[in-house]
């Protein structure tokens, strides 16, 4: 195959269900059942927009000024949302990944994160996506194999796709009961407020409609005997998207998608597993701190059902 944008792609298969997994960025491209797209696709020839699909390593979401202080040392990163003097969603965006471990219905990848400016640290991350009964499963592992703790927090973002139309035609269902405010201009965090009895009360399920959403959203509801937190996208044709996380994503990203570029401007539904709040690097919520020799380790997942 010429050389595509996105690299190296890697099919995986069960039964009807198809996915692509790439080696740029080392995320979904694809994800369909029997055709239907379950996650929001992009082209073989497209380059990556919009975080499609790829992990958020080592921060998910924004970090202001791109500084941060760790065990009294200060860093600085490069702003790649200079508009908003922000770093965004991690640095491991663009670079190749290697192919671990491949079956038919299963990927790994992994890559080493060396020392760099701004992140002097050194990390070995793999992803695992495997295809089961009840959809894709994504478990991301990151393990410090430097000699000191860094800071660490993990996120991915993936578009669940609403079908043919916007995804102004379907109904949302968000076990959240707190939703993260941000400020206009930066869209950093400034305080939380419950949901209920607003606009962002999404957890009986209601159809998106015109609502332009951006948001964290926090105090998962949580099934008692798994641990899972579980979304649901009902499309108008009467199949339903879900996706969970597990305990390690106490967070998720909730975005229409509204600023994208018009071909895909609301055609795609973002919910974000994130381990930390966003500024985790700054306020600390829900960062950790790795020591030498430890891993970290989180799941999440999405199927298709019909009604």
């Known amino acids: 195959m010429p050389s595509v944008p996105s690299g190296e792609q890697f099919e995986i298969v069960l039964g009807e269900q198809r996915a692509v997994i790439v080696e740029v960025g080392g995320g979904v491209r694809k994800y369909a059942v029997a055709e239907r797209p379950v996650l929001h696709p992009y082209g073989l020839h497209d380059m990556c927009d919009g975080a499609h699909g790829t992990p958020l390593i080592p921060w998910p979401n924004r970090l202001a000024d791109g500084s941060y202080e760790f065990d009294g040392e200060r860093h600085q990163l490069a702003l790649s949302e200079p508009t908003k003097r922000n770093a965004i969603h991690g640095l491991l965006r663009w670079r190749a990944w290697r192919c671990l471990k491949r079956e038919p219905s299963r990927v790994v990848l992994g890559t080493r994160f060396h020392p760099m400016p701004g992140y002097p640290f050194m990390l070995d991350v793999s992803i695992d996506y495997g295809l089961g009964e009840a959809g894709l499963t994504v478990t991301t592992s990151a393990v410090n194999v430097g000699e000191r703790a860094c800071p660490l927090a993990v996120g991915q973002h993936p578009y669940i796709s609403p079908g043919d139309g916007p995804v102004d035609e379907c109904a949302l269902e968000l076990p959240a009961a707190t939703r993260i405010l941000t400020d206009p201009e930066r869209q950093l965090p400034i305080g939380r407020e419950a949901v209920e009895g607003?606009?962002?009360?999404?957890?009986?399920?209601?159809?998106?409609?015109?609502a332009s959403i951006?948001?964290?959203?926090?105090?998962?509801i949580r099934e008692p005997a798994s641990g899972?937190?579980?979304?649901?996208?009902?499309?108008?044709?009467?199949s339903r998207v879900e996706m969970w996380v597990d305990e390690a994503y106490p967070f998720l990203e909730v975005f229409t998608a509204d600023t994208l570029a018009l071909a895909r401007a609301r055609k795609g539904l973002a919910i974000e597993p994130m381990s930390c709040a966003p500024n985790g690097f700054r306020n600390g919520e829900g960062l950790v701190r790795l020591e030498a020799g430890e891993e970290w380790r989180g799941s999440w997942g999405v199927g298709l059902f019909q009604a």
């Open 228 to 238: 899972r937190a579980v979304a649901k996208l009902a499309r108008p044709d009467g």
């Open 198 to 210: 607003s606009d962002y009360d999404y957890r009986a399920g209601r159809q998106i409609g015109g």
């Open 214 to 220: 951006d948001s964290a959203f926090t105090d998962l």
